[in-house]
């Protein structure tokens, strides 16, 4: 069966660090591979997707990059973090090809920037 | 980005059927529309979907209106469980599932 790993779970990390949020599929080939943050109090925003390796499009302006240099890795990055990029990040995944799959999310990540 | 509306609370008795509606009175023909729920600090848990007939499963029935303009997510014997926030979404045709802010839904005792 297929699973979504995503990690860590809780993070606390200084204005003008760096950031690197890890996500991996298994049981599964070419997933589709999706980044999402959600801000205290609010919805889910989309960051970034993929199709496929080295595929990213990217939802909005920000301070946050992806990459994905495997099949089933997603990578959430950025150089210097800003307050504002506190908040719960979710990778998710869907099957390709089809569009009624079902989105399956990971456990998130809780990050704090202070 | 999101396509859909939805009231931004709701409260439902233990016990009684829950109905929470959507307005996604933008949606395309071949665009799907799926319902989530998350409970604080999880990732959102896939409840249910449909493209123009109504769907059941053994959580949730989702009614959607012959224009598809609107839909009606029913968990028919809402428990304090089911307290969360419910996400109804349009699945556009390139991939991207857009969340709105979504209903809170607190079941009382």
């Known amino acids: 069966s297929q699973t979504i790993h995503q990690w860590p779970a809780t993070l606390v990390q200084p204005v003008g660090s760096p950031l690197s949020l890890e996500c991996t599929v298994e049981?599964?080939?070419?997933?589709?591979l999706y980044w999402y943050r959600q801000a205290a109090g609010r919805g889910l925003q989309l960051l970034f997707y993929s199709v496929g390796i080295g595929q990213i499009s990217s939802e909005v302006p920000q301070n946050l990059s992806a990459s994905r240099p495997q099949d089933r890795q997603f990578i959430l990055s950025s150089k210097k973090l800003l307050l504002s990029d506190s908040g719960f990040y979710l990778c998710a995944w869907t099957e390709p090809g089809r569009i009624n799959e079902k989105l399956f999310f990971g456990s998130g990540t809780q990050l704090s920037v202070l | 980005d999101a396509k859909t509306t939805q009231p931004p609370s709701m409260d439902c008795a233990e016990g009684r059927a829950a109905n929470l509606p959507c307005n996604h009175s933008t949606i395309s023909g071949n665009e799907y529309v799926y319902w989530y729920r998350q409970i604080h600090s999880q990732g959102p848990q896939y409840i249910i979907h449909?493209?123009?007939n109504n769907e059941t499963n053994e959580m949730a029935s989702l009614i959607i209106t012959e224009d598809r303009k609107s839909s009606t997510l029913i968990l028919p014997h809402a428990t304090l469980r089911d307290t969360a926030v419910y996400y109804c979404?349009?699945?556009?045709?390139?991939?991207?599932?857009?969340f709105g802010t979504g209903t809170s839904l607190t079941v009382i005792p």
């Open positions: 979404i349009v699945r556009v045709v390139s991939n991207q599932f857009y």
């Open positions: 049981g599964t080939s070419n997933p589709n």
């Open positions: 449909g493209l123009k």
